[in-house]
């Protein structure tokens, strides 16, 4: 079973003059912390309160954890953090989860319990009993978080969850997702934060203009194939003469050589060239890209050019 | 049922419900302080308001059958104009973005969410009206022996109207996302029905017919207020019921809007 499954998702404004999501297919495994990401206007939002059912789309169908998402009771099962989310700021914390869980379906005995617990989880066990009115915006955003997982959700939504949280905060929320990854539940994440979203998720999708333009392994993405940098102790006109002899160009930059092969093997065979040279190999490490340089040369290549 | 008890914690943060006690407990202790009756031989003999002699004694049956008729149009005119104030803004509040997607989020349907808000309302607005009647009811009861069962209907006469006109103001609410401006057509509604009842006298000034038409078309469509009124004025001193149509077509004219309403909320993006 797939966590989300669209299938040729439209939604059109103003009579399709915004075409706010076009044709929008796209599968999310479950299990998995799957991050969406895109430029501003490209219908990540919009793509997120389609399948919540907060509006209504165009044409084109979802399943949301094997049901439909038009059925309102698979909600039981999905948390949602809106990215400018409000609660009712005359409640307390206590009082927030409390309302919006017994909305969620969570009996009142059992919230007694959770609450707490679930306070203390995105460290607000000191504000349980205070006015939200009160709260500062990064508060507010870990409220929202623990709201989102009242419910104890299979599929979590989190719209920009780590907007105005200091660093401290963000690396909190950011093992927070890895234990609920490691629970078993799926995040899907939208977030502007690309070293965020580097450093916690699984897949990506890159959109635009309402349409998918990419989508994958992060791992995948951001590996750049068949190269590999290379910290080297020893004689550098040894170094230099090794690579030379086995045909290998390398950039050095810092301390790291930097090269490119054909494959495993011809590294392999610098390796034993270098160790009988004996220089010492201090690391060889597969050369990647930051998320943030493929995510502007995946836009780049789909820029449409005017006429 | 958490819909309508936030609704309820809402309408208390914002002091509307406070205010309602407020004013109806004032009226209240009125009665108990206030009003003194001196019963002989089962016989009125005297009557007092604040200290001040009535300078005729008249049939007790009357002057309490006239206090609570004029408490029952007080709360008809003056308390759904204030209920209706307070409980504006309850439905566009609702709306507002980032509130709204919470609620839609939840495995409750938008007609839940919706009716919640309503139910929650009228609840809010039902509490305040029925203790005042009850208290009223019983303070005036205990102090005179007589008991005007006709009095506790008009409670029931004062929550149908309201939940007609609180109806549209759902549904308008749902369409404009404004409080202010939903308020003020249910306000004109309230207010144009006792024109509407004078509508024969009207028909004269009229330059066309189809004015003639929309007018009666208006007055069978809108809650009949002013006739409504004047039912409950008479539930309360024992006269019946004359004419079933205002009550039934108010009725209708709440659950056909609320329907509405319903309908429009199920067709909306946030």
Known sequence: ?307 | MAIVQLTFRESLAKKTFMGFLAISTFICLLFIFALNLDIVDGAQSSISLFGLEAPELVELNKIILGVEAGVAILLFTGGIFMSLFATSNLIPALLQPGFIDLFISKPVSRTEIIAGRFIGSLAIVAFNIFYLIVFTFLIMSLKTGIWNWGFLLAGLMILITFSALFALMTLLGVISGSGPFSLMLTYLILFFSPLLLQRDQIYALLNARIYGYILDGLYYLLPKTAELGKITEELVRGIGVYNWMPIWSAVLFGIMTFILSTYIFHQKDF
């Open chain 1, 1 to 307: 079973m797939l966590a989300i499954e669209t299938i040729g998702l439209t939604k059109y404004y103003n009579r399709g003059k915004i075409k706010a999501l076009q044709d929008f297919s796209l599968q999310v495994d479950t299990g998995k912390i799957f991050s969406l990401l895109g430029p501003n206007g490209a219908g990540k939002t919009t793509l997120i309160k389609a399948l919540i059912g907060i509006i209504q789309p165009t044409r084109g169908n979802a399943m949301i954890l094997g049901q439909s998402f038009q059925d309102y009771k698979v909600h039981k099962k999905i948390g949602y953090l809106a990215e400018n989310h409000r609660f009712p700021d005359f409640l307390t914390a206590r009082q927030v989860l409390y309302y919006y869980g017994k909305m969620s379906g969570v009996a009142g005995a059992d919230l007694s319990v959770q609450i707490p617990g679930l306070l203390k989880k995105v460290n607000l066990q000191d504000w349980m009993d205070t006015k939200i009115r009160k709260y500062s915006k990064g508060m507010m955003q870990r409220m929202g978080l623990a709201h989102a997982l009242i419910n104890n959700p299979d599929l979590l939504f989190l719209d920009e969850p780590t907007d105005g949280i200091d660093p401290v905060g963000r690396r909190e929320i950011r093992d927070l997702l890895k234990e609920l990854r490691n629970e078993g539940k799926t995040i899907f994440l939208n977030s502007h934060l690309l070293s965020e979203v580097e450093r916690v998720s699984d897949e990506i999708a890159i959109m635009k203009q309402g349409k998918l333009l990419q989508k994958g392994q992060l791992e995948d993405f951001l590996s750049v194939k068949e190269q590999y940098q290379l910290q080297l102790k020893g004689d550098s006109t040894l170094i230099d003469q090794t690579f030379k002899s086995a045909n290998i160009s390398a950039d050095f930059n810092v301390n790291l050589f930097t090269i490119k092969v054909q494959d495993h093997q011809e590294l392999n065979i610098l390796i034993d060239a270098l160790r009988e040279q004996s220089i010492d190999i201090l690391a060889v490490i597969p050369k990647k890209i930051s998320l943030e340089d493929f995510f502007i040369e995946v836009l780049d290549e789909n820029e449409v050019k005017p006429a």
